[in-house]
């Protein structure tokens, strides 16, 4: 793809592709890649000085311009970067860019230059680059091209990292790295020339491991810490609120399960249950306190009270700053001095005088409105718990004393520890529990059969796990596999659903069919398992105030490229297919209509 954006093009009017390179050896190596890759064959002439490759398919153009996005015909200024390489691994692509790169760049005394006409493809190009810790400048010439450059320490990550495939090229670059005598320190910083206002989507994005991406060459963290600054610390304004809610919570009438929400309440959770089991330790090392008469010795309020935060970080008092101690560690001595000498708009941004730990009291869970109940709420299964390894019992005279002890950070460290330990999978299946989903109203539903309509199932947490888990993993779509590229021996191809105890929606499986089919080019089958009710089964349950048990039944539906045809298949022959260890089905056994 690399190759062809840069130096290719494609036509549907002459159904061709084609790409012009300098020499006959790496026409010839495009040619041999087409045929590799898509199993037709390349024609390699020579045009003046130059060589060209041509193709003649058009099940290749269609694919190129419809799923790609490739430009049709002569488009020198408008090229870009498929999207689907813009989302595709690290090693995608980098063998793109190497490509690009290969048909489009320089190697020499410069650096490396890529020089193009497209403004779209120089600036994308620019951020690819990016993601591999590669900086580069971008200038528009006074011919109308575009070049990207790369010197020093970036021209080196880029060898490094990407490099050329054309030899006389890496070549290049080895020599002009050979020869500099120093690599100078790259500056990562840029200037925020303006700040523009407006409005655009939002996109939720979870990245494993990191939970960060970069985007438009920025390096983007999406986290808790984002609603607290939006509602807490009012960065949302007055005409910003309600848009930012419905947003969060999807209440607006705007339908469905937000995850964005599900994260925060999760977050949120940890983050009162760990605030709350430390609390609760130090309440159980109080003398006269203990698991046993913990609910009816703990005055809650007090206990509230006493946890509410210091009024040097609950509030700020712009005009009384000399009041507030440098030497206090909930405050940044460095931006106290800042905003007396009124470089810091307190009044706007109060949150910046404080340092973590003073942030982390300003914004204690337990005591907002909300979470007030969270203390009194726990079992007495969870008091034994906590209590049973705590052999220091006695160490405070007071309640008062104890929670002077209380670190108002515990629970964002436990968060900061968990963001660096899970991923989203992981996140949902150790902490979603029972106390959570009462707490949050979740809870499961099926289309009943016996009804005719959608019921609620279940509140137990792991039938609202199990759920979730079904959105999250492969997300939330069906896995569908190769199983065959020469099935029946007729090049057609064999794809086989792993069925994990949901169905396959028959209609978009037939509408993915006729996709494959053109990108195939042969006949192509789907082997599934369908979950059938019997009409009589259905009847009788409805009588009798039951659900009625389904068959599972194998079903292989073949598409030709004119029409569909559907074969039931023996049980045997799809038994492979079960996912045995996993059941999404949420209704009680016992359920009544």
């Known amino acids: 793809m690399g190759l062809l954006t840069g130096d290719g093009h494609v036509s549907s009017a002459a159904r061709q592709v084609g790409l012009t390179a300098g ?40 694919l190129l311009i419809d799923e790609f996005g490739c430009p049709d015909g002569k488009a020198a200024e408008i090229k870009a970067v498929p999207d689907a390489i813009c989302r595709s691994p690290r090693r995608v692509v980098a063998e793109f860019v190497r490509g690009l ?11 490396v230059i890529l020089s193009t006409k497209s403004e779209s493809l120089s600036s994308t190009a620019q951020l690819l680059l990016l993601n591999f810790g590669v900086l580069s ?72 491991n990191t939970h960060r991406y970069a985007g438009a060459g920025l390096v983007n963290h999406n986290s808790k810490w984002e609603s607290l600054m939006m509602a807490d610390e009012n960065f949302a304004g007055a005409d910003e609120f309600i848009t930012y809610a419905d947003h969060m919570s999807k209440v607006l009438g705007s339908g469905g399960l937000n995850p964005y929400s599900l994260g925060l309440q999760l977050w949120e959770y940890i983050e009162n249950t760990e605030n709350r089991r430390h609390v609760i330790e130090a309440l159980l090392c109080t003398e006269g306190i203990t698991w046993r008469n913990f609910h009816d010795t703990v005055d809650f309020e007090q206990v509230l009270n006493l946890l509410e935060p210091d009024p040097v970080v609950a509030s700020v008092d712009p005009d009384n700053l000399e009041g507030i101690p440098t030497d206090d560690p909930r405050i940044d001595a460095e931006s106290l001095k800042a905003a007396r000498d009124g470089d810091v708009d307190v009044a706007k941004y109060p949150w910046k005088l404080f340092t973590y730990e003073g942030l982390a009291e300003r914004h204690y869970s337990l005591v907002k409105p909300a979470n007030r109940g969270y203390l009194a709420r726990i079992s007495m299964e969870e008091l034994e718990r906590i209590s049973r390894y705590m052999f220091d019992t006695g160490r405070y005279d007071s309640v008062e ?52 309509d959608y019921r609620a199932t279940s509140t137990d947490y792991t039938d609202v796990k199990k759920k979730l888990m079904l959105q999250l993993t492969n997300f939330g779509k069906p896995t569908v596999m190769v199983a065959d590229g020469n099935y029946r021996n007729r090049n057609e191809l064999l794809l086989e659903h792993q069925y ?77 297919l079960t996912a045995t260890d996993v059941d999404y089905d949420t209704k009680p056994e016992e359920w009544l209509a």
């Open 23 to 62: 020499q006959k050896k790496h026409a010839e190596e495009f040619a041999g890649l087409a045929e590799e890759l898509f199993g037709v064959d390349a024609t390699v002439e020579q045009a003046d000085d130059r060589w060209r490759a041509y193709i003649y398919s058009a099940n290749l153009v269609e």
């Open 101 to 111: 790169m290969d048909a489009d760049g320089y190697a020499g005394e410069q650096g």
């Open 137 to 208: 400048r971008r200038r528009e010439q006074s011919d109308g091209c575009y070049h990207v450059h790369l010197t020093g320490s970036s021209a080196e990550r880029y060898h490094e990292e990407i490099g050329f495939g054309y030899t006389e090229k890496e070549a290049a670059l080895q020599t002009y790295l050979d020869e500099l005598s120093w690599l100078e320190a790259e500056d990562w910083s840029d200037e925020i020339v303006a700040i523009e206002e407006g409005t655009g989507t939002v996109y939720d994005i979870s990245v494993e």
């Open 401 to 452: 004393t104890a929670l002077a002890d209380v670190d108002y950070a515990v629970g964002w460290d436990r968060m900061r520890e968990i963001r660096e330990s899970h991923n989203d999978v992981t996140f949902v299946d150790e902490f979603l529990t029972q106390e959570f989903v009462d707490e949050h109203n979740y809870f499961t539903y099926e289309y009943m059969q016996s009804s005719g």
């Open 500 to 576: 994990n105890g949901v169905a396959l929606n028959m209609e978009e499986a037939k509408d993915t069919l006729e996709r494959v089919f053109q990108l195939w080019g042969r006949p192509v089958a789907l082997r599934t398992i369908e979950t059938v009710y019997d009409d009589h089964d259905i009847e009788v349950a409805r009588r009798r105030d039951r659900e009625p048990e389904p068959e599972e039944v194998g079903r292989e539906i073949r598409y030709d490229g004119s029409e569909f045809e559907e074969i039931e298949l023996d049980r045997s022959e799809v038994e492979h």
